[in-house]
């Protein structure tokens, strides 16, 4: 019973602390003060804070709702918040991401959202981290949950830069790399920090529970934080 008791505290501050951080964040970084630059400023202002309802949204929304009454997931939960999802949705759709990768478990809601931006063609689900070979076409990766493993974190970073190396020099196409890492606790939070040292991302924009990672070498090295 008392060992419940702290569970139930340490979810009750954590989330306190959450909504704090985010309530500073709507006031300070909501409209991308202190945000230098021009790409950055767009994305924040026109992609992470846009709150326009997509049609698509009523019926995942549903379906959403549908999938949480039904689960049963234990730790490491998938994302199962409308708005973090509705999130990757304009993310991908601002992108026009056409391969993602998915680096998940099983019961992903992901997928559903990323292929109803009609940008998506194909979404590569991977529990664990695939060869280059597999996944060469990917110019967008969501990370829903980071290894806890140092060698498995150590060959995402390399895939990471292998995919952006690949993206730079090709001729074909407009694609840029960008990776999407889900922090939602301390811990994935810790994981992402020593991630984002080996892989080496050029521009990243903090949004709490998620991270976006351009790997542009075009744009201005530099981290900035927001709220969505």
């Known amino acids: 019973?008392?060992?419940?008791r702290k569970v139930k505290r340490l979810v009750t501050l954590r989330g306190l602390t959450?909504?704090?951080?985010?309530?500073k964040r709507l006031i300070i970084n909501r409209r991308g003060d202190g945000v230098h630059s021009p790409y950055a400023y767009h994305f924040i202002t026109r992609v992470v804070r846009n709150a326009r309802p997509y049609y698509c949204f009523t019926e995942l929304r549903e379906a959403l709702r549908q999938?949480?009454?039904l689960s049963e997931e234990k730790p490491p939960r998938p994302i199962r918040k409308a708005r973090t999802l509705e999130l990757i949705f304009r993310i991908a759709h601002e992108l026009q991401a056409?391969?993602?990768l998915l680096l998940t478990g099983e019961t992903s809601f992901v997928p559903r959202y990323l292929m109803a931006t009609g940008s998506v063609e194909q979404v590569i689900e991977r529990q664990h981290i695939p060869a280059l070979s597999e996944v060469l076409t990917a110019s967008l990766v969501v990370v829903e949950r980071i290894p806890l493993e140092d060698r498995e974190r150590s060959q995402l970073s390399s895939l990471l830069k292998d995919?952006?190396?690949?993206?730079?020099?090709?001729?074909?196409?407009?694609?840029?790399m960008t990776a999407l890492i889900s922090?939602?606790?301390h811990?994935?939070?810790r994981l992402a920090?020593?991630?984002?040292?080996?892989?080496?991302?050029q521009l990243v924009i903090d949004l709490i529970d998620i991270e976006v990672w351009f790997f542009d070498t075009r744009l201005t090295p530099s981290i900035y934080k927001s709220v969505y």
């Open 163 to 176: 995919l952006a190396k690949r993206k730079e020099a090709s001729v074909v196409g407009t694609e840029r």
């Open 1 to 4: 019973m008392n060992r419940l």
């Open 183 to 185: 922090t939602r606790s």
């Open 193 to 201: 920090r020593l991630l984002r040292g080996e892989a080496k991302p």
């Open 98 to 100: 056409r391969h993602v």
């Open 18 to 23: 959450q909504r704090l951080k985010r309530s």
């Open 187 to 189: 811990t994935a939070k």
């Open 67 to 69: 999938a949480r009454e």
